[in-house]
T-cell receptor
Framework: KNEVEQSPQNLTAQEGEFITINCSYS?????LHWLQQHPGGGIVSLFMLSSGKKKHGRLIATINIQEKHSSLHITASHPRDSAVYIC?????????????FGEGTQLTVNP | DTGVSQNPRHKITKRGQNVTFRCDPI?????LYWYRQTLGQGPEFLTYFQNEAQLEKSRLLSDRFSAERPKGSFSTLEIQRTEQGDSAMYLC?????????????FGEGSRLTVL
């Protein structure tokens, strides 16, 4: 069992739909990151959170520390949201110096 | 500041050759990380520097791999006697504090193909 698991692995949506990507982890953490990776490789940090909820534009990230679970929501999805979304954790039971990544969720938003 | 820069973006080499990748982090960042990513997988940690000190190395980093950050600024990752299994995207990231406390900024990556 991987330390960080994401679901679903692949997600196809129609433009305008509300999207949820889930992340579960099995280690103690001090922070969880949501990252976006476009074709060609570049990774962009979307959120870093250790509790509660954060919002940036149409993106919302939540985390439940007790349940070791986080969700990334995209409201009013758009084709430009198509990318791989990666959950990564950093914290106490892994080295505090590095992240452990999930395998990513490939999101495709069709017009 | 233009962000984290990696060179070259693509490298094709024959098995047995040596390759070197360079990463220029965001200038005020004291931490620099190297990750490797293969197709369809999330990135895997390779090594990490705080200033010029290499503080941690993954077991993935065999003795054919060496990384340096000589002046605490740019870093190089060298792979000697490349093997086909080394084909991957090599990602560099930097932060001001650790990833448990500081946001990570990634470069565009250096894609290695070993023939």
């Amino acid at each position: 069992k991987n330390e960080v698991e994401q679901s679903p692995q692949n997600l196809t949506a129609q433009e305008g739909e509300f999207i949820t990507i889930n992340c579960s982890y099995s280690v103690g953490i001090s922070a969880l990151h949501w990252l976006q990776q476009h074709p060609g490789g570049g990774i962009v940090s979307l959120f870093m959170l250790s509790s509660g909820k954060k919002k940036h534009g149409r993106l919302i990230a939540t985390i439940n520390i007790q349940e070791k679970h986080s969700s990334l929501h995209i409201t009013a999805s758009h084709p430009r949201d198509s990318a791989v979304y990666i959950c990564a954790v950093g914290g106490r039971e892994t080295s505090g110096s590095r992240l452990t990544f999930g395998e990513g969720t490939q999101l495709t938003v069709n017009p | 500041d233009t962000g984290v820069s990696q060179n070259p973006r693509h490298k094709i080499t024959k098995r047995g050759q040596n390759v070197t990748f360079r990463c220029d982090p965001i200038s005020e960042h004291n931490r620099l990380y190297w990750y490797r990513q293969t197709l369809g997988q999330g990135p895997e940690f390779l090594t990490y520097f705080q200033n010029e000190a290499q503080l941690e190395k993954s077991r993935l980093l065999s003795d054919r791999f060496s990384a340096e950050r000589p002046k605490g600024s740019f870093s190089t990752l060298e792979i000697q006697r490349t093997e086909q299994g080394d084909s991957a995207m090599y990602l560099c990231a930097s932060s001001w504090l650790g990833p448990s406390t500081g946001e990570l900024f990634f470069g565009e990556g250096s894609r290695l193909t070993v023939l």
